[in-house]
């Protein structure tokens, strides 16, 4: 028997796959399609204190190997998703809130409702790269510290921070020493890499509307990167942290690849909204056949166990 579970501050998840926030995840309808499935986990999308419309369309595009968006966090508020939580929670899976804000006393009001909630997990999102005249949180290290101290504080549930990627090696240094002396349980790595720009060179446009052309680039673009900050993290934050890997999860091999950089759980995004619901099933059996064909029985067996050169 091959057991691809995982556990997160004593949640337990039967299935290491899920949903990312952010695709066909804001409505219940969507959310029930989602609790439904083989994910091991239901992600809900970012929410706010104010409903918020989004960014104008098309914001959302399909290219050759992924996808460019900027969505603007688009959103029911935060009250719609307190509301929601017993419906989703009756089918048994655990639940993730996704809280997105401009500053600290916003994520505190979020993160206070969903203390008397039946959600299990909050997912900090400090990593949204497209609402227009605000920078990306997780860059600006001194509000992200700020941030994490705030929701420590507050949160009476597990909870953990969701993180934009780092290319530099002193970033992750700087980071990874404010996450370790934070109250957090887990990172997410890695939202999409933010202002990527795709051209029809036919009509000589760009593809999306919002912000010129600019959006966050997802799919199997960054999965090169998203295995690094996993792979970096891993080595630098203390083992209580754990890693849940995004970014270009398609296959059994891609999450296969996620774990052995160290990653306990896994989180799909655009393939997921490329795909629909069935991907759960599909990634899961084939992580399931790698994993009989190598002779593992369990996730432990080879995480965080990639080798290198001598
Ligand atoms: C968006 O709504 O713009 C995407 C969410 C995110 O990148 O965090």
């Given at each position: 028997m091959i057991d691809i579970s995982a556990n997160i501050s004593g949640v337990h998840f039967d299935s290491c796959i899920m949903n990312a926030s952010g695709p066909l995840d804001t409505t219940l309808e969507e959310l029930t399609d989602i609790a439904m499935s083989r994910a091991g986990g239901i992600v809900m999308k970012s929410c706010t204190v104010e409903v918020r419309e989004g960014n104008p369309e098309p914001r959302y595009v399909d290219v050759e190997w992924g996808s460019i968006n900027s969505m603007g966090l688009?959103?029911?508020?935060?009250?719609?998703?307190?509301?929601?939580?017993?419906?989703?929670?009756?089918?048994?899976k655990p639940l993730i809130a996704s809280i997105a804000g401009a500053e600290s006393q916003e994520y505190r009001k979020i993160v206070e409702s969903f203390n008397s909630s039946n959600v299990d997990i909050l997912e900090i999102n400090l990593s949204c790269p497209n609402v227009v005249g605000r920078p990306q949180i997780g860059y600006d290290f001194e509000m992200s510290e700020e941030i994490m101290g705030v929701v420590g504080d507050v949160s009476d549930k597990p909870w953990g921070v969701k993180l934009p990627p780092y290319f530099d090696f002193v970033h992750f240094e700087e980071m990874a020493s404010i996450?370790?002396?934070?109250?957090?349980?887990?990172?997410?790595?890695?939202?999409?890499?933010?202002?990527?720009?795709?051209?029809?060179?036919?009509?000589?446009?760009?593809?999306?509307?919002?912000?010129?052309?600019?959006?966050?680039?997802?799919?199997?673009?960054?999965?090169?990167?998203?295995?690094?900050?996993?792979?970096?993290?891993?080595?630098?934050?203390?083992?209580?942290?754990?890693?849940?890997?995004?970014?270009?999860?398609?296959?059994?091999?891609?999450?296969?690849?996620?774990?052995?950089?160290?990653?306990?759980?896994?989180?799909?995004?655009?393939?997921?909204?490329q795909e629909g619901p069935q991907i759960f099933e599909r990634v899961s059996r084939e992580l399931k056949e790698i994993m009989e064909k190598k002779g593992y029985a369990s996730l432990e067996d080879f995480r965080g166990k990639l080798k290198v050169m001598d």
């Open positions: 688009p959103n029911l508020g935060y009250k719609y998703y307190n509301e929601i939580t017993p419906k989703l929670k009756s089918y048994g996450l370790n002396n934070s109250k957090i349980s887990f990172i997410v790595s890695i939202n999409s890499i933010g202002n990527a720009l795709f051209i029809d060179w036919e009509t000589e446009k760009v593809l999306i509307k919002p912000k010129g052309g600019f959006g966050g680039l997802g799919g199997k673009y960054i999965k090169p990167t998203a295995l690094a900050n996993v792979r970096k993290f891993a080595e630098l934050l203390n083992k209580r942290i754990k890693i849940v890997g995004v970014g270009g999860v398609y296959s059994g091999i891609d999450a296969f690849e996620f774990i052995l950089s160290g990653a306990t759980l896994l989180q799909l995004g655009t393939s997921f909204a």
